[in-house]
């Protein structure tokens, strides 16, 4: 995985990852599974899979500025603002993945979490307790 690859593939979909989250990838070689050994149930998407997360959530129709990077096991879905310069993630309901709803009233956001989370190599505790 290199930037290149990534830079082709955000041409391809459309698609304008932040700049946190392609780090990510590219310290994960995209394969965020291996890299981050034990998180519960959170689960983060390779490159290969943001469509598909897309398409399940119908972004496209209903929040079309912001990307699926991951989900939780109790339909948590993970999205971050289609900005490069973005740096939190936002944890909300499949459900309520509405524009308007994405809000600090309806969902949690975490400033900086892919810079010291993934630099940390992905620590559980730290993920399990985004929901203490």
């Known amino acids: 995985m ?3 690859a990534i830079e082709a593939f955000e041409r391809e979909h459309h698609y304008t990852l932040p700049e946190s ?4 990838l590219l310290i994960s070689d995209n394969n965020p599974q291996a890299y981050c050994k034990s998180y519960g149930d959170i689960s ?3 490159l290969e ?11 496209d129709q209903y929040c079309p500025e912001y990307i699926a990077i991951g989900y939780g096991g109790g339909g948590e879905v993970l999205i971050m603002k289609q900005e490069r310069d973005s740096n939190t993630l936002i944890v909300t309901s499949g459900g309520a993945l509405l524009s308007k709803f994405i809000t600090p009233e309806y969902c949690k ?3 900086d979490f892919f810079a010291g989370w993934a630099a940390r190599r992905c620590p ?3 993920i399990n ?3 203490d």
């Open 129 to 131: 307790s985004m929901y």
């Open 2 to 4: 290199d930037r290149a």
């Open 109 to 111: 956001f975490f400033n």
């Open 21 to 24: 989250y392609i780090e990510f």
């Open 44 to 46: 983060l998407c390779s």
């Open 49 to 59: 899979e943001l469509p598909e997360e897309r398409a399940l959530h119908e972004m």
């Open 124 to 126: 559980a505790h730290e």
